[in-house]
């Protein structure tokens, strides 16, 4: 069969806004809940004289996670009709940020959240620019609580016109703005009679038009060098894909140095030959056809997609470390399999996860977020995250210990002609 296509989507929006609600609902309209999870908790609400809310779904399911009674439930999951949808927690946006930004976890697309009744509060737009930072550009914005406003096109209007100026202003274009009730269903898998005036995408459908990031294999090659092995007199180069794949044959570049050579085989490690092309997350061994300089750190690419050779790079951060990072800091940053030395020539900007907000930009705090220009001390093969999510993350180490890790946001390309 063919596989489905998975998504992973975050939900935010100000607090009370229907973002639990709004889960449940999916969970049922999309047929993704247990058989008789519904009846039973609208059977426990009304013994206990309570109005069924759908976030108790929500709370159940978390519950059961968290005493680890039902397996999959690990990850709160719902099929549209061609998508597998995984929602990735957003617990504080400290912690969020930083699995977002040191690729703990990464979303394809998210959803924001407004009461109609309510409207743009400033929790809303700073939720947007949280969406900025992270890079996710696929996002659907849903004005929640039509019911509250008796369906009137006019308020839908005025947010949809006030959130959608605010997010194109971040460079985030939404995809849609739906009018919907979670509470009541309308707009959430079906274009009720009372959102008759609107003729845009349910929020299943939004769902269901999200591009998945693509497939690691279907990306350029991106071997790089763990260890050089000198084995029955042939040297083998071995390490991990990371991305695309390999075989013999293929014409391949050595970054940074620029060298090219030719597969002559491909082995898994250790030894055993292996046929046909070795895929993203396979280790695999290979020997060239002619010999080489090559060592640790280096990366492998195909002659026309290798990465680039870079001693300058822009990179998006999230900083761990008591001691802020500050301008002419010496650092240590790991990319790949290669470790160098590098100095913080400047630093764009800090940003306050809890507030959002930006902050004094000479330094950059513990559990903040910045933008800085790294100056390496020897050339490296990097690419930026948007081009490829394995090979455009970096860690920072001070100390020997681990003190950030972020994004490369761009590369200022070597002097050498790339191949
Ligand atoms: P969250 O904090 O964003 O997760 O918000 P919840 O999902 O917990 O919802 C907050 C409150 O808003 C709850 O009392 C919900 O019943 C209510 N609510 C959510 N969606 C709707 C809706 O479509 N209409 C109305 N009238 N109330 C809603």
Known sequence: GTTRPQVRIVIVGHVDHGKSTLVG????????????????????????????????????????????ITIDTTQIR???????????DAPGHAEFLRNMITGASQADGAVLIIDALEGVRDQTRRHGYLLHLLGVKQVAVV?????????SAARFNAISKEISAHLTSLGVTPAAVIPISARDGDGVAERTAKIAWYKGPTVVEALDALEPARPLEQLALRLPVQAIYKFDDRRIVAGRVESGSLSAGDEIVIMPAGKIAKIRTVESWPV??????????RSVGITLDRELFIERGDVIGHVGTSPRDTSRIRARIFWLHD???????SILVRLGTRETRATVVAIEKAVDP?????????????????????????????????????????????????????????????QRAIP
């Open 25 to 68: 609902r999916l969970l049922h309209e999309t047929g993704s809940l247990p058989e008789g999870k519904l009846e039973m908790l609208k059977a426990v609400s009304a013994r206990r004289g309570m109005p069924f809310e759908w976030s108790f779904l929500l709370d159940a399911l978390q519950t059961e996670r968290d005493q680890g």
């Open 323 to 329: 001691k802020p990072l500050a301008k002419g800091d």
């Open 143 to 151: 004005v929640n609580k039509m019911d509250r406003v008796d369906f």
């Open 78 to 88: 719902f099929r549209t009709r061609s998508r597998d949808v995984v929602l990735i």
């Open 354 to 414: 809890g507030e959002l907000s930006s902050v004094e930009t000479k330094s950059i705090a513990r559990n903040h977020v910045g933008e800085i220009d790294i100056s390496l001390a020897h050339p490296m093969a990097a690419d930026p995250y948007t081009e490829n999510p394995r090979t455009g993350r970096l860690v920072i180490e001070v100390n020997g210990r681990i003190a950030g890790g972020g994004l490369v946001l761009s590369v200022d390309a070597g």
């Open 272 to 281: 055993t030959p292996v046929r046909g092309r070795q895929g993203a997350g």
